[in-house]
């Protein structure tokens, strides 16, 4: 009676999840394809890249700091 907002609408409407998992494909992660085909080269471009800027970042020393070893230790 309030003309409020109540969201019986959307909560009679069907559910959007299952039309969406069946749209898009399933992804599969190249370390099972790697696992699977293990004698060929695969290459992970963004993983070569992501360990190429780390090796950049810590050329400019901006990496991540080192571990410490012991509990007493300082870096």
Known sequence: PSSASTGPKYLR???RG???VRYY???IPIQLVRAVAWNMN?????EVQRVHDVADLKKR???APKKK???GQLR
């Not at 695969?42 to 963004?46: H, L």
């Open 13 to 15: 409407a069907r559910l």
């Open 18 to 20: 299952p039309a969406m």
């Open 25 to 27: 494909p399933q992804r």
């Open 42 to 46: 695969i290459v992970d471009s963004r």
């Open 61 to 63: 020393g901006k990496g």
């Open 69 to 71: 070893k012991e509990k």
